[in-house]
């Protein structure tokens, strides 16, 4: 190895074995100047040569993970443009549908309603093959999503290849103001249980539930069952204004307590009806920040009973600041609380694993109390009234989950492969066939996945159930896989049991308070 020492402003360097121990003073008088000098020498003599602006955006991003601020983010124009659609929910110009991997290309996975995707007929299990006459076969979905994105009323042709049809389909698709439904669809369940799934905290959120609240209602539910599980969260003004819907004005949806700054507490400003039914909360490990202030909320008010696991707990407030140039920061700037006083920020380190989490184990936290005085724990994320963890894998399927796990995407590739062949020849209510399963196997296998037969045919159960949902949601949409996964579903059987007993808000807490009294669980 060759080393060369530069000598500037008669500072000595000491190099030994490749590393500088030494410089004559031991911090700089300057440090705005001494970091210019380090830019400076980088930029100059480093053996790869880069441009200064990458240079300062490689040192920003340093900054920041120096920071101890596990969010902190410098975000790109185009990565600023991606944050808003997936995160905030802001409305884009495109096409209106879902595209992912799979294999070595892109296919469609969904189809808005009333999208310029579904008037040109585009449909789930297509695959992307041509946009504006190159070739896409084998492009990603980043790639495949900047050409389909655009300014609205700006045409795209693309042509996409369909099974059972010979040749490819071409269309010329003109892109609209595209806006991601916050509620992709609503359940009438068994005993007029009205389900609610709220995927996302977008623009559109609140009154996406709203329009759901009213269909439910005329529907003539009886209860309503708010599903927030998975859900990271968004904006905090779509979940102030979704528990505007279920609370009443001027009641507290959250404070937020920031450095150097009076604490804040936000209010119901709107003036609605809420729905007069029992409600129940589904949370899990999964439902994170935005969620957590909506079911806090709703719980310390009694306004819903939460069913579930311990949400995740991210109770810290990210602000987005603008940079020149199109560029914005993101920091962690405050903490959430709920209305009683809980933290909503959750200290891992310390906290049991959501799947050893029992009702005993829930009592060991901190107590706070609810408008109506009812124990409502703390202790980071909410925990829930009534504890219900979620269906288990046997011995069997975890051993094949397990296994199956250095190859995952081979595996989802080989599942969404196998329901985009089969999307057409299945019926609603389709049973499932033994002939599917060896299929996926020997695609499993051909892919480089090793799991023997015995191992594969041990977790079968699994197996059969993602394939099964897979070809339901292409086939005939979201509410029909979610509808085959309800037998497997016990978090949401707990939670509609719960509403079935109750005929009003009074009788579903009692009904919580007996099963907490006499120490029931679900099992």
């Known amino acids: 190895m060759t080393l060369r020492t530069i000598i500037r ?79 905030i929910g802001n409305a884009y110009g495109g096409l209106g549908m879902v595209v992912e991997g799979v294999g070595d290309g892109v296919i469609v996975s969904q189809v808005f309603p009333a999208t310029p995707a579904e008037s040109v007929g585009l449909a789930p299990g297509d695959r992307i093959e041509e946009i504006e006459g190159e070739r896409a076969a084998a492009w990603d979905v980043d790639a495949v999503t900047a050409r389909l994105t655009g300014r ?80 990271g969260g968004g904006g905090l003004e779509a979940a102030i204004r979704v528990s505007e819907l279920f609370l009443e004005r001027g009641q507290a949806v959250a404070t937020v307590r920031q450095r150097g700054e009076p604490r804040a507490t936000y209010l119901a400003r ?31 008010h009694d306004r819903g009973v939460v069913v579930g696991t311990t949400s995740f707990g991210k109770g810290l407030v990210q602000t987005l600041f603008p940079v020149e140039g199109g560029w914005a920061l993101k920091l962690t700037t405050g903490r959430w609380y709920t209305p009683s006083g809980r933290s909503i920020q959750r200290d891992r380190k310390a906290d049991a694993a959501d799947s050893l989490e029992t009702e005993e184990v829930k009592r060991t ?76 196997y020997r695609r499993l296998r051909r892919s480089g996945v090793t799991a023997s037969r015995a191992v594969y045919d041990g977790g079968a159960r699994w197996v059969h159930a993602r394939l099964e949902q897979r070809i339901a949601a292409l086939a005939f949409g979201d509410s029909a896989a979610f509808r085959r996964t309800l037998p497997r579903d016990r978090q949401l059987t707990a939670a509609a049991e719960l509403l079935r007993a109750s005929s009003s808000r009074a009788e579903l807490f009692a009904n919580v308070a007996r099963r907490a009294n006499t120490g029931t669980e679900t099992p």
């Open 9 to 87: 402003q008669a500072v000595p360097v000491v190099v030994l074995g490749g590393a500088a121990v030494g410089f004559a003073s031991l911090a700089p008088d300057d440090p705005r100047r001494y970091f210019a000098q380090v830019l400076d020498r980088v930029q100059a003599y480093a053996v790869d040569d880069r441009a200064a602006d990458s240079l300062y955006v490689r040192a920003a991003r340093g900054l920041l993970k120096q920071i101890d601020d596990p969010y902190a983010s410098l975000f790109s124009p185009d990565e600023v443009s991606r944050f808003s659609r997936n995160t």
């Open 365 to 440: 936290r901190p107590a706070y109390a609810s408008d109506a005085g009812r124990a409502v724990y703390g202790g980071g994320g909410i925990t829930p009234d009534v504890v219900v963890t979620p269906d288990t894998l046997s011995t069997a399927e975890q051993l094949l989950a397990r296994t199956l796990a250095p190859r995952s995407r081979e595996f989802l590739n080989a599942v969404a492969a196998m329901a985009r062949d089969l999307r057409p020849s299945v019926r609603p209510g389709f049973e499932f066939r033994q002939e599917w399963s060896d299929t996926l």
């Open 152 to 231: 609205p009323g700006t045409t795209v042709n693309l042509a996409v290849s369909r099974p059972g049809v010979k040749g490819l389909i071409v269309a010329d698709a003109h892109r609209a103001t595209i806006r991601v439904p916050a509620v992709p669809f609503v359940l009438m369940l068994d005993g007029s249980i009205g389900y609610l799934p709220l995927r996302r905290f977008n623009d559109g959120a609140s009154r996406d539930v709203e329009v759901a609240l009213g269909v439910l209602e005329k529907r003539g539910a009886h209860g309503i069952v708010l599903d927030l599980r998975g859900n």
């Open 270 to 300: 709107r003036e609605v009806r809420p729905p007069a039914v029992p409600l129940a909360v589904l949370v899990d490990g999964f439902s994170a920040s935005a969620s957590e202030i909506v079911a806090g909320a709703l719980q310390d």
